[in-house]
């Protein structure tokens, strides 16, 4: 029962350094997430999928970005990695059929620090 | 276009109750909640589809009035257990959570 992974799950990076964020879903669900979360500012959603070879802007995307090449999959990238960007990042995904329609199942984080 | 919750922060003695409200400036489809626990992923509680629609879980309930774009969750006799951040959630393709929650019941 893997749901959702995420990796790695921590990660200090240098200013200016770029990485990729993994995430891989085995549900075969259609729509993934990614979001970050700072203190006092709950879940803030960057970017979404709604299938494969898809994305979309979320409230916070700059800096960012991702692809989904694989359904399974949805990758978070930072290109130029920015102090601002320390933060907490979770990937979700969303069934959209039976009767877990519209649960969302989240990874377990990927701590960020950019020093 | 995140949904606001209130409180922000709530502590309760073990047994009291709680009502945590989320209120959207955009119309509601529907409604989930979640609770998170210190340095772990939010987990799924309830979800509400419709106006109206109440449901229950063990001693924690929710409610959904879609006109009002407001829902609330009730913590009734709280547990220890119950501590952590709750968030509301809403959205069709893009999907937001509330402001969050933090909750904490105490001996």
């Known amino acids: 029962n893997a749901g959702v992974t995420q990796t790695p799950k921590f990660r200090v990076l240098k200013t200016g350094q770029s990485m990729t964020l993994l995430c891989a879903q085995d549900?075969?669900?259609?729509?993934m997430y990614w979001y970050r979360q700072d203190p006092g500012m709950g879940l803030r959603l960057i970017h979404y999928?709604?299938?494969?070879?898809?994305?979309a802007k979320g409230e916070v995307p700059d800096g960012y970005n991702v692809s989904r090449l694989k359904k399974q999959n949805f990758l978070l990238g930072l290109e130029s990695a920015a102090p601002s960007q320390t933060s907490v990042y979770f990937c979700?995904?969303?069934?959209?059929?039976?009767?877990?329609?519209?649960?969302?199942?989240f990874g377990e984080g990927s701590w960020l620090t950019v020093v | 276009q995140q949904p606001v919750q209130s409180p922000q922060a709530v502590i309760l003695r073990e047994g009291e109750d709680a009502v945590i409200n989320c209120s959207s400036s955009k119309a509601l489809y529907s409604v989930h909640w979640y609770r998170q626990k210190h340095g772990e992923a939010p987990i799924f509680l309830m979800i509400l589809l419709k106006g109206g629609e109440q449901k229950g879980h063990d001693k924690i309930s929710a409610s959904f009035n879609e006109k009002k774009q407001q829902s609330s969750l009730y913590l009734t006799a709280s547990q220890l257990s119950y501590s952590g951040t709750y968030f509301c959630g809403t959205g069709l393709d893009q999907f937001y959570f509330g402001t969050g929650t933090s909750l904490t019941v105490i001996p």
């Open positions: 549900m075969n669900h259609e729509y």
């Open positions: 999928s709604v299938g494969e070879g898809t994305t």
């Open positions: 979700a995904s969303r069934s959209t059929l039976g009767t877990a329609r519209n649960t969302i199942y």
